[in-house]
T-cell receptor, first 109, second 115 residues
Framework: AQRVTQPEKLLSVFKGAPVELKCNYSYSGSPELFWYVQYSRQRLQLLLRHISRESIKGFTADLNKGETSFHLKKPFAQEEDSAMYYCALRNTGFQKLVFGTGTRLLVSP | NAGVTQTPKFQVLKTGQSMTLQCAQDMNHEYMSWYRQDPGMGLRLIHYSVGAGITDQGEVPNGYNVSRSTTEDFPLRLLSAAPSQTSVYFC??????????????FGEGSRLTVL
């Protein structure tokens, strides 16, 4: 069965500090991994996908199949990064998306 | 483009009452889904549909019904509301046609309280 684990419910850092939001998954097929973000009073939206290997708003995430992880990283956190972050997994070729429990990132000045 | 539109935004029900959460999208997406968001539990998939006339169960389908008679609409029905169904509900859609990213587009959410 597909499963996504985000071990931290809350991550609190100071502005300018590095950030790493952890995501581990269990899946036996060929997964696609995503990070979605929900800013205060905004809709959930896609932040980045492992397939595109791009950096969005300074965030990057590398898929590590050996460790079954897809951690989200940013070298210098900004206050506007404060939000709820969800890691999600989908079976390649299928459409159903399974989410983790989410991590709330709080960046203090 | 309005994207994904959910109604109502807020609803209070008494135990045993029924109601329908409406969801409509104007992006011609074939895939639509319903999630519920609860503190500490994240987003859990209730039901999903890969096209008109096709629906399937997600992780937490009990107590909910769906139908997909058109590409645009995907209503979620609560037949007999229970306090455990107090939650924020999100509808989301995506396209998986060739050349599309499969990005999931979300509605604003519907906050349901069952007393």
């Amino acid at each position: 069965a597909q499963r996504v684990t985000q071990p931290e419910k809350l991550l609190s850092v100071f502005k300018g500090a590095p950030v790493e939001l952890k995501c581990n998954y269990s899946y036996s097929g060929s997964p696609e991994l995503f990070w979605y973000v929900q800013y205060s009073r905004q809709r959930l939206q896609l932040l980045l996908r492992h397939i595109s290997r791009e950096s969005i708003k300074g965030f990057t995430a590398d898929l590590n199949k050996g460790e079954t992880s897809f951690h989200l990283k940013k070298p210098f956190a900004q206050e506007e990064d404060s939000a709820m972050y969800y890691c999600a997994l989908r079976n390649t070729g299928f459409q159903k998306l399974v989410f983790g429990t989410g991590t709330r990132l709080l960046v203090s000045p | 483009n309005a994207g994904v539109t959910q109604t109502p935004k807020f609803q209070v029900l008494k135990t045993g009452q029924s109601m329908t959460l409406q969801c409509a999208q104007d992006m011609n997406h074939e895939y639509m889904s319903w999630y519920r968001q609860d503190p500490g539990m994240g987003l859990r998939l209730i039901h999903y549909s890969v096209g008109a006339g096709i629906t399937d169960q997600g992780e937490v389908p009990n107590g909910y019904n769906v139908s997909r008679s058109t590409t645009e609409d995907f209503p979620l029905r609560l037949l007999s509301a229970a306090p455990s169904q107090t939650s924020v509900y999100f509808c989301a859609s995506s396209s998986h046609l060739a050349g599309e990213t499969g990005e999931l587009f979300f509605g604003e959410g519907s906050r349901l309280t069952v007393l």
